[in-house]
């Protein structure tokens, strides 16, 4: 134990206080650790189905993606990409998360008669993806955000396990050895005292007895009128 501990009763009862809040306060962050693993573990399960949603959506897409260069005036790909991306935000475990709600995208203005037929299904299949790939982005956002929480939480644990709470214990232990030290050593010394009284004749049936020359008055004192 690096810090060095006065071994007197005020501190023992300072590190048996704080041993008591460390000891309440561990298994909050206990719960709060595994609330925030759990969460985790949902949020890759639901990255994991947006990923694959996107992919579909890609896969969809990708046998008439080459054509969408031969589109004179309109920029489908500009179009397909979202304007805006609406979140909300949740609590989880005392962490406050992005929340995927929806994707607006900007008003897509092109003559109907100037234009294939293909490009209104091709311009809904990329904003399909879009919109996949928003929601995987908002989901990494919160794996992010809830891992760096656990980080710190894990952090903290350890801090209490392996060190605050060691150290609290490993003070008081040499706090209590050291006044049992001490009273014994009092007892001693009583002991020791009481043993010299008895053997100067001043104990008698465990009552402490004085000579008359240290009861008697002294010679200066004035004698009563």
């Known amino acids: 134990m690096a810090k060095k501990i006065k071994p007197t009763r005020p501190e023992l009862k300072r590190q048996r206080d704080a041993l008591q809040r460390f000891e309440r306060y561990l298994p909050m962050l206990k719960l709060k650790q595994q609330?925030?693993?759990m969460t985790i573990r949902k949020v890759q399960a639901r990255r994991k189905e947006a990923i694959a949603a996107a992919t579909a959506a890609e896969a969809k897409f990708s046998p008439?993606?080459?054509?969408?260069?031969?589109?004179?005036?309109v920029n489908v790909r500009r179009l397909a990409e979202p304007e805006q991306v609406r979140t909300s935000k949740a609590n989880?475990?005392?962490?406050?998360?992005?929340?995927f709600e929806s994707v607006q995208f900007s008003c897509?203005?092109?003559?109907?008669?100037?234009?294939?037929?293909?490009?209104?299904?091709?311009?809904l299949d990329m904003r399909e993806i879009s919109r996949h790939q928003a929601r995987v982005e908002v989901l990494e956002e919160q794996r992010r955000m809830l891992q760096k929480e656990l980080?710190?939480?894990?952090?903290?644990?350890?801090?209490?396990?392996?060190?605050?709470?060691?150290d609290a214990r490993e003070a008081i232990r040499i706090i209590r050895i050291h006044l049992g030290?001490?009273?014994?050593?009092a007892v001693g010394r009583a002991k020791i005292a009481k043993a010299k009284l008895a053997?100067?004749?001043k104990i008698e049936d465990g009552q402490i007895t004085y000579s008359p020359a240290e009861t008697a008055p002294s010679p200066e004192a004035p004698e009563d009128e």
């Open 181 to 185: 030290d001490e009273m014994t050593a």
């Open 151 to 166: 980080t710190k939480i894990i952090q903290r644990v350890n801090l209490f396990e392996k060190v605050m709470i060691p």
């Open 64 to 73: 008439y993606s080459a054509v969408l260069n031969d589109v004179a005036g």
């Open 35 to 37: 609330q925030l693993q």
């Open 92 to 99: 989880v475990a005392g962490v406050k998360i992005p929340v």
């Open 199 to 201: 053997e100067e004749g």
């Open 108 to 123: 897509a203005l092109y003559s109907l008669f100037a234009t294939p037929t293909w490009v209104d299904q091709a311009l």
